[in-house]
């Protein structure tokens, strides 16, 4: 064999022939090859699940030997995190989990690799001061820091517990609102609510 595949693995036999009859031999062939995983490239879960990723592990011998890495740092075993040759399992996910993950296996043929990303979808969430004070007359605006994933779309404001439309008086977006020349019935409690 100029170069063995593990497609010449299987059984062999040999008959030779002369004038006073044949003989046979037979024997089998093992070829060992390096660990090969199969993963998809990308997995998306959501904050606070449970999740588990199963890959495909083929290598002969099979292997024994591996190591789990995140973010190109060496994994441990955690409470939150348990992992096998072929899984990791995460009891409650949380947006540090998020990253890539490689696993390599190794036997006596060499060694493989496994490779995939983690996204975590996590609900939106506003950082905004809790009181603003303005001047009655006066153009003012306040501008609210959001953050989720996938980016929120779907947004509803209130006030005073009554949904909010825009107005002449009024503008306001998923981030924002606006009001165009304040004044006394503007006061009160303002929220704002988003989904992903």
């Given at each position: 064999?100029?170069?063995?595949?593990?497609?010449?693995?299987?059984?062999?036999?040999?008959t030779?022939?002369?004038?006073?009859?044949?003989?046979?031999?037979?024997?089998?062939?093992?070829?060992?090859?390096?660990?090969?995983?199969?993963?998809?490239?990308?997995?998306?879960?959501?904050?606070?699940?449970?999740?588990?990723?199963?890959?495909?592990?083929?290598?002969?011998?099979?292997?024994?030997?591996?190591?789990?890495?995140?973010?190109g740092?060496?994994?441990?075993?955690?409470?939150?995190?348990?992992?096998?040759?072929?899984f990791?399992?995460?009891?409650?996910?949380?947006?540090?989990?998020?990253?890539?993950?490689?696993v390599?296996?190794?036997?006596?043929?060499?060694?493989?690799s496994?490779?995939?990303?983690?996204?975590?979808?996590?609900?939106?969430?506003?950082?905004?001061?809790?009181?603003?004070?303005?001047?009655?007359?006066n153009?003012?605006?306040?501008?609210?820091?959001?953050?989720?994933?996938?980016?929120?779309?779907?947004f509803?404001?209130?006030?005073?517990?009554?949904?909010?439309?825009?107005?002449?008086?009024?503008t306001?977006?998923?981030?924002?609102?606006?009001?165009?020349?304040?004044?006394?019935?503007?006061?009160?409690?303002?929220?704002?609510?988003?989904?992903?």
């Amino acid at each position: 064999f100029s170069s063995l595949s593990t497609s010449n693995a299987g059984n062999y036999s040999v008959t030779a022939t002369n004038t006073a009859g044949s003989g046979s031999g037979e024997f089998s062939l093992v070829v060992f090859y390096a660990p090969v995983y199969t993963v998809n490239a990308s997995f998306t879960a959501v904050e606070g699940n449970m999740f588990r990723i199963d890959l495909v592990l083929d290598g002969n011998p099979v292997p024994v030997d591996f190591t789990w890495s995140f973010n190109g740092v060496e994994l441990l075993t955690s409470s939150e995190i348990t992992f096998g040759i072929d899984f990791i399992q995460f009891s409650s996910l949380s947006t540090s989990n998020a990253g890539n993950y490689s696993v390599t296996a190794t036997n006596t043929a060499g060694s493989g690799s496994g490779e995939f990303s983690l996204v975590i979808f996590y609900a939106p969430m506003y950082t905004v001061n809790a009181s603003f004070t303005a001047v009655e007359g006066n153009m003012y605006r306040i501008d609210l820091v959001l953050d989720g994933n996938p980016l929120p779309v779907d947004f509803t404001w209130s006030f005073n517990e009554v949904e909010l439309l825009t107005s002449s008086e009024i503008t306001f977006g998923i981030d924002f609102i606006e009001f165009s020349s304040l004044s006394t019935s503007n006061a009160g409690n303002y929220s704002v609510t988003a989904t992903n």
